[in-house]
């Protein structure tokens, strides 16, 4: 199966710190990944899609500027959280994307999760 | 605007109690319908993509349908370990491909 590693699991930081969080897949060759957040009891809000090698298409809402992503290689993705606030404390999932051995192109899969604090 | 809503939203079972969740979409053009579990504090987990109407998908305990307008995810049997949080997300026809998720169906299986 396609694995997607994310890390770290878990970062508490202060306010005003800048945070990195990477998002590998494994197995095959990600074309295309995915940033979403996740609150509480609520289901996964998408924050951006990149392709590699091209910048980050960031969905309404999302300041490009305050979460920054690399899709640096068909395996890694990055995303920062610049200046973190309490409020982006949040549950951060990355997917990836792509051509699988037997399968087809359109399968997603997520990663573990990463859950931040801003204190 | 695509949009995805899933039923119940929260659903206790009995140990071997069979039963259904929903999940009810308007895409304009189905790409793909997307089945997931997720644990608490983790990434969902791929279960099934089903791309046309009339199709089936079985693994293990569970079986996933397709119509025109909804989705089925049939739990047989269902044991503990099956509680999760069951989440559908369409892909419509598009340059995009994302997907659009549903709420999710929070599904509690009592020993």
């Known amino acids: 199966g396609a694995v997607v590693s994310q890390h770290p699991s878990w970062v508490i930081c202060k306010s005003g710190t800048s945070v990195k969080i990477e998002c590998r897949s494994l197995?095959?060759?990600?074309?295309?990944m995915f940033w979403y957040r996740q609150f509480p009891k609520q289901s996964l809000m998408l924050m951006a899609t990149?392709?590699?090698?091209?910048?980050?298409?960031?969905e309404q809402g999302v300041e490009k500027d305050k979460f920054l992503i690399n899709h640096a290689s068909l395996t890694l993705s990055t995303l920062t959280v610049t200046s973190a606030h309490p409020e982006d404390s949040s549950f951060y999932i990355c997917?990836?994307?792509?051509?699988?051995?037997?399968?087809?192109?359109?399968?997603?899969?997520f990663g573990p999760g990463t859950r931040l604090t801003v204190l | 605007e695509d949009q995805v809503t899933q039923s119940p939203e929260a659903l206790r079972l009995q140990e071997g109690e069979s039963s259904s969740l929903n999940c009810s979409y308007t895409v304009s053009g189905l790409r793909g319908l997307f089945w997931y579990r997720q644990d608490p504090g983790k990434g969902p987990e791929f279960l099934f993509t089903l791309y046309s109407a009339g199709e089936e998908k079985e693994k293990e305990r569970l079986k996933a349908t397709l119509t025109k307008k909804e989705s089925f995810l049939h739990i047989t049997a269902p044991k503990p370990e099956d509680s999760a949080t069951y989440l559908c997300a369409v892909q419509a026809a598009g340059s995009a491909r994302q997907l659009t998720f549903g709420s999710g169906t929070q599904l509690t299986v009592l020993p």
């Open positions: 990149s392709n590699e090698g091209s910048k980050a298409t960031y």
């Open positions: 197995d095959f060759q990600a074309t295309t």
């Open positions: 997917s990836a994307r792509g051509r699988l051995a037997g399968g087809t192109y359109n399968e997603q899969f």
